[in-house]
């Protein structure tokens, strides 16, 4: 079965500086891969997912993120972060079959200082 | 389209009450899941309805649970009677077609407290 850790709970960042949040899976082939946001008293909002071809995904509000097969790594990256990013942010894997439920991981809070 | 719709926003009940929370999926979808989200356990899958039809009930932590599905634009989840570690947020979200590989469009959630 299909897993996944966010090692850092949360991450507090300067506004204007960079971000990238860590997200390790597991499954035993190409899996399908996902971020989500939650902003505070909101539901889930898809940021992005990568299925397959160009490892590198262009996803909404200038996030990015990197699929690393040698790493099993999905990391998420922000070049300049706004206050408005202060959310929680998880990262999610799927079967390549894509007929069994996503897998979330525990989540990231981010905060975002002046 | 509005967007998933979730009813109440909060619910505030005493313990043994009977508690029912509502869902209204996107129209046209097809998938339909029911979430809980926690401190301690992060994000749950209850459970989730292809069609209508309830197709994995393994996450609904015991019978005090029950999840239905009349209609393609109606879902409830009960507690009966509810406990005080109950108290969380479910979600309800709703997919176009997979179940996993499309995306899945989350309501704003319902914050349960249980006195």
């Known amino acids: 079965a299909q897993s996944v850790t966010q090692p850092d709970i949360h991450i507090t960042v300067s506004e204007g500086a960079s971000l990238e949040l860590r997200c390790n899976y597991s499954?035993?082939?190409?899996?399908?891969l996902f971020w989500y946001v939650q902003s505070p008293g909101q539901g889930l909002q898809l940021l992005l997912k990568?299925?397959?071809?160009?490892?590198l995904v262009q996803g909404i509000k200038g996030f990015e993120a990197e699929f690393k097969r040698s790493q099993s790594s999905f990391n998420l990256r922000k070049p300049s972060v706004h206050w408005s990013d202060a959310a929680e942010y998880f990262c999610a894997v799927a079967s390549y079959s894509g007929n069994t439920p996503l897998v979330f991981g525990k989540g990231t809070r981010l905060s975002v200082i002046a | 389209d509005a967007g998933v719709i979730q009813s109440p926003r909060h619910e505030v009940t005493e313990m043994g009450q009977e508690v029912t929370l509502r869902c209204k999926p996107i129209?046209?979808?097809?998938?339909l899941f029911w979430y809980r989200q926690t401190m301690m356990r992060g994000l749950e899958l209850l459970i989730y309805?292809?069609?209508?039809?309830?197709?994995?009930d393994s996450g609904m932590p015991e019978d005090r649970f029950s999840a239905k599905m009349p209609n393609a634009s109606f879902s409830t989840l009960k507690i009966q009677p509810s406990e005080p570690r109950d108290s969380a947020v479910y979600f309800c979200?709703?997919?176009?077609?997979?179940?996993?590989?499309?995306?899945?469009?989350f309501g704003p959630g319902t914050r349960l407290t249980v006195l």
């Open positions: 129209s046209g979808h097809d998938y």
């Open positions: 499954y035993g082939a190409t899996p399908y």
């Open positions: 309805f292809n069609n209508n039809v309830p197709i994995d």
């Open positions: 979200a709703s997919s176009f077609d997979t179940v996993a590989a499309d995306t899945q469009y």
């Open positions: 990568y299925f397959s071809g160009d490892t």
